[in-house]
């Protein structure tokens, strides 16, 4: 019965070594050299767009914009600009009042 049946050499044979030029093995490099330069700016940009880090960073400027508009001692620049950002933000949350109380009556 066994001579009906073909035998497997592939068992026999050693498997042919991997095809590779110096070219193949420059690109290998680059790619791989690529691919650590992605993760890295993927790390970064996932630190930067963390919503728990861009929170942090607008309450440090906040409290930054309230020392500016009431230390004597900031930039007068800064102080300018920090009142004229707190009286834009005073005047929206007052527009918004407004219109909450009309809309009530």
Known sequence: ????????????KPS???FSTPRMVELEAEVAAT???????VD???????PRVQAGRAVDSGKQL???AVRPDADPKARTRA?????GAVAVVAVLVA??????D
């Open 99 to 104: 219109a909450r109380l009309r809309a009530r």
């Open 1 to 12: 019965m066994s001579a009906d049946k073909p035998q497997d050499t592939s068992e026999d």
């Open 35 to 41: 691919r650590a330069r992605l993760a890295s700016t």
């Open 44 to 50: 970064e940009l996932t630190g930067v767009l963390d």
């Open 83 to 87: 009142r004229m950002v707190l009286g």
């Open 66 to 68: 309230l020392k500016d």
């Open 16 to 18: 042919p070594p991997p």
